[in-house]
DNA sequence: CATCGAATGTCGGGTGTCCGACGAATCAGT
DNA sequence: ACTGATTCGTCGGACACCCGACATTCGATG
């Protein structure tokens, strides 16, 4: 066995969760790194489009990756996930084509897990079966989640908890104000126009395609309202 | 055996999905219904709340159940689900409190499942694992899908899409207006005001907590827009 | 350093929705 | 049939948001 994919290995157990009554045995999570293939995904390269009959599924190791949908004339950004997350997993188990399309927004580097090598594979480990289980329904927790976030909020409110949970370590987001605006469902204006007011209050600093936080403190007063 | 059981299995493998990769064993089933213990709700009682410790999980087998959290002052319905819907099972695999609150909002037959007792029944039987995993996934999917149905859409076009959604096989939805607005995050009179024009348009009727679907084709006209 | 695409900042006009309020209609219980 | 509680229908004012437009600034590319 090559040690990268002992790395591998030791990321993806790190990755599907960390819940102690289902012991994961170190051969479990070798076997899942075996079955996949590493792929590199260039800036903007598409990881699957919509329509396309769901063969595989992916797990993301690093990079930005949105997911979108045609709707009408345009297309509207269903979410924006990042390393630890699972796509394309659920059209996969259904057997249906995927119902949106992936896009690398940064470089990536995925996991590629074939539906055929996969299915075999779990249902031989039903703990890594219970794994994949909870991962996804802790997806499904945050997408409620943003529902709540979404429901009779102002793009105000809405624009201090996206900066608030979007932060990295050193309190930057780096997104355009039309991306934001996207994610939210709002104008590129009313985000601006939330960012002038977050920045006149010393909450944030803004940049081109980039945010800084200052004081989570008022970011929350906002947010929560 | 009792007949009851074999009824509730017959209805548990049908409710689980009917993913052909995925043979389900009759045992399987049975298994899976002699581990929980069916429950009787009646209407407005609750199958748990916001912050109790999440040590079971339910399968609703009939009635309808909404799920709520308190948020600031009020209440805000994060979703209503019907027959065949898994309740509480992401709590519970996390062991965490429930985030939301369980009520039946009509009478309700659940199937209450003990952690204690499924999660070993699942790592015994990987089909059940799985076929717990694509109904999740599936729950996942739509929620997404109602994302996309509230942003971007007027009122309008989101009470034609709710009705479209809703109705049963006579084309009546039994909501009250009220109930609607709150499915949808609006204001009773606005909800009011689409449908005063959905029935000018000829494509529903409105009664006391009743709304009848006369014309599909106008409501999704009226909902894609 | 010149150029061009992309992103930001800002302005009015138009409008969809919320909110409070009130009366009419409907249902359930004594 | 009377009564109280719930639901429906409707109004006008307030306001947050969208949209189009335009000037400005930033950053990459040669």
Redesign the pocket.
């Given at each position: 066995m090559v040690p990268a994919l002992e790395q591998h290995a030791a990321w993806l157990a790190k990755s599907l969760g960390r819940t102690d009554y289902l012991p994961m045995r170190p051969d479990d999570a070798v076997a899942l790194a075996e079955a996949g293939v590493v792929v590199n995904k260039y800036k903007g390269t598409h990881l699957f489009r919509e329509g396309d009959f769901a063969n595989a599924c992916y797990i993301i190791e690093e990079g930005d990756v949105e997911l979108y949908r045609r709707s009408g004339s345009g297309r509207s950004v269903v979410s924006r996930i990042g390393p630890g997350a699972v796509v394309g997993d659920i059209a996969m188990f259904q057997e249906r084509p995927y119902l949106s399309s992936a896009r690398a927004v940064t470089g990536a580097v995925v996991l590629r897990l074939e539906r055929d090598r996969l299915v075999p594979l779990l249902l031989a480990r039903p703990v890594l079966a219970m794994r994949w289980l909870v991962n996804g329904l802790s997806q499904l927790e945050s997408t409620q989640q943003r529902i709540i976030r979404l429901m009779n909020r102002?793009?105000?409110e809405q624009v201090a908890g996206l900066l608030d949970d979007e932060q990295d370590g050193f309190g930057e987001v780096l997104l355009?104000?039309?991306t934001i605006a996207e994610l939210l469902?709002?104008?590129?204006?009313?985000v601006?126009?939330a960012?002038?007011y977050l920045r006149s209050d010393g909450a944030i600093e803004?940049?081109?395609?980039r945010i800084t936080v200052l004081d989570t403190e008022r970011l929350s007063l906002a947010s929560a309202k």
């Open positions: 102002t793009v105000l355009s104000q039309a469902g709002a104008s590129r204006q009313s601006n126009e960012l002038s803004t940049g081109y395609r």
